[in-house]
């Protein structure tokens, strides 16, 4: 992979109305994602897109990560469908992230519907990022991180908002990496609404990758935000998990 790779300045990508990009997820998915078993192909690549839009993709049947963001500037997407719910039968669909963003400036997301089995959005490292009027399902929800263990470990000015996710494990995840160090920095979730969540409504989790009970704090985490955040967890899950060092 990847299946569709794109970069260069001012590009506007799109389709016609009807259309849908079919990644043929079934034929790969075998339930370990990107952790062994088939090799898997990544679906897009936008990297080193300047000064660009995304708009109106119908993403179906990934294979593994969907959209994977990096060193972009300036990128809009807007009502992008990314469709893996079929990846649900019998756990086969793995690691199918919707957004992974990495290293990039100023990337608006709005508007995306995104039925998958691993985060909806994940910011490894960036600034100036949003994502509004989002639906996520299936998945692990809206993430940061994991953060450390990178050549880039800085998240600034994050703002996640009036978004709805739903049937997921997580709804609000920071993850760190356990021992690494980094900085997460102004970082908000503003409107989200919460239902159907298994795991966890809100975490922030300082000892990813590590010992459960012993996180560190050399990725610091400081003006974390949360307003206007409603919504229910199922009977099982937890409200709220804070594990900080």
Excluded at 72 to 84: C, F, G
Excluded at 186 to 203: A, E, F, N
Aim: with cysteine; proline share 2%.
């Amino acid at each position: 992979g990847p299946l569709v790779s794109v970069s260069g300045t001012d590009i506007t990508v799109t389709q016609s109305s009807g259309a849908y990009l079919d990644g043929l997820g079934a034929s790969y998915w075998d339930g370990k994602g990107s952790n062994g078993g088939k090799t898997k192909p990544k679906f897009f690549y936008a990297h080193n897109l300047i000064s660009s839009n995304i708009e109106g993709l119908y993403i179906y049947n990934p294979p593994v990560q969907v959209f994977s963001i990096n060193n972009a500037n300036d990128l809009t997407i807007t009502d992008v469908t990314i469709n893996a719910s079929a990846g649900d039968t019998n756990s086969q669909g793995h690691n199918t992230d919707g957004f992974d963003i990495g290293s990039s400036t100023s990337v608006t997301i709005t508007g995306a519907n995104v039925y998958n089995q691993d985060d909806c959005v994940a910011i490894n490292s960036g600034t100036g990022i949003t994502f509004s009027g989002g639906v996520c399902s299936g998945g692990h929800g809206l993430s940061v991180g994991s953060v450390g263990g990178r050549s880039d470990n800085t998240v600034k000015t994050v703002t996640f908002e009036n978004s709805e996710i739903k049937n997921s494990q997580n709804g609000i995840r920071i993850k760190t990496i356990s021992g690494a160090t980094g900085t997460v920095s102004g970082v908000t979730y503003s409107g989200i609404t919460l239902s159907g969540i298994t795991d966890y409504g809100i975490v922030v989790n300082q000892a990813y990758n590590g010992k459960a009970g012993q996180p560190t704090n050399g990725v610091s985490i400081d003006k974390f935000i949360l307003k206007q955040i409603t919504g229910t967890v199922e009977s099982t899950a937890t409200n709220i998990l804070i594990e900080c060092g």
